[in-house]
């Protein structure tokens, strides 16, 4: 099992637990570029873990996606992984965001 491996895992685990929802947080997601391709916004924010609308992560773990990418995403949750250093820099970004609040 590499790093990364580790990391989405524990992620994943405290993502799950009690997720926050907030709409402006999403708002915020939504008008950043993709974080695959670069598309400009609006984009729409993927909840990087859970699969179903009851099981969606917090909203704290989004990253945009344009719809094009989202739809390659949600076809292969797998590609996940790939997604980890983007949500690091999102949150970074979100982060920035809420202090400047």
Known sequence: MTDIDILYKRLRYIALQSPIRNDKLLDFTRHRPC???????????????????????????????????????????????????ALVVNMNKTIIWLEGM
């Open 35 to 85: 974080c695959v391709c670069g598309q400009p916004s609006p984009n729409d924010p993927h909840h990087l873990f859970g699969s179903a609308v009851s099981l969606k992560s917090s909203d704290v773990f989004t990253v945009p996606l344009c719809r094009l990418c989202h739809t390659r995403y949600e076809a292969n949750p797998k590609l996940s992984h790939e997604l980890i250093e």
